[in-house]
Nanobody, 128 residues
Framework: QVQLVESGGGSVQAGGSLRLTCAAS?????????MVWFRQAPGKQREGVAT???????FYADSVEGRFTISKDNAKNTLYLQMNSLEAEDTAMYYC?????????????????????WGQGTQVTVSS
C-alpha cells in the first residue's frame, strides 16, 4: 500500500512563502503517476490547486496561477508545492493525491474522485 506523507505546512503572514512536500513510499510512484495538490478550507469543498503529470507538465487553478509552483523529484519520489505571495484566502488543509494518468484525468484532474491515493494533509494558515 503506497503512502503519501505531506509536510511543510505552518503559519505565515500574508505575502510570505511556504514549500509543501509530499513524500511517496512506493518505488517510482511519483515518476509514473499524475499528482495533484488539493486544499480544503473549513466549510468549503475540496478544490484542486495544481497538477503535474508523469512528464512534468504543470497546471494551476486560476486562484494560484503565478504564485504557486508545482514540481517533483522523481529520484526522491517526492512532490513539492512552492507557495509565494500567500494570501489569507490560501488558508486551508493541503493534500497531495495521486492518480493514474488516463485521458479522463487530463479532463477532470481537479475532480477529487479522479485521485485514488491521498495523504493525510498539512495545515497552512495565512494571517492578514
Amino acid at each position: 500500500q503506497v503512502q503519501l506523507v505531506e509536510s511543510g505546512g505552518g503559519s505565515v503572514q500574508a505575502g510570505g512563502s511556504l514549500r509543501l512536500t509530499c513524500a511517496a513510499s512506493g518505488e517510482s510512484f511519483v515518476r509514473t503517476k499524475c499528482m495533484v495538490w488539493f486544499r480544503q478550507a473549513p466549510g468549503k469543498q475540496r478544490e484542486g490547486v495544481a497538477t503535474i503529470d508523469a512528464g512534468g507538465r504543470g497546471f494551476y487553478a486560476d486562484s494560484v496561477e503565478g504564485r504557486f509552483t508545482i514540481s517533483k523529484d522523481n529520484a526522491k519520489n517526492t512532490l513539492y508545492l512552492q507557495m509565494n505571495s500567500l494570501e489569507a484566502e490560501d488558508t486551508a488543509m493541503y493534500y497531495c493525491a495521486a492518480a493514474t494518468c488516463t485521458p479522463r484525468w487530463y479532463i477532470s484532474s481537479f475532480d477529487p474522485s479522479e485521485s485514488d491515493t491521498w495523504g493525510q494533509g498539512t495545515q497552512v494558515t495565512v494571517s492578514s
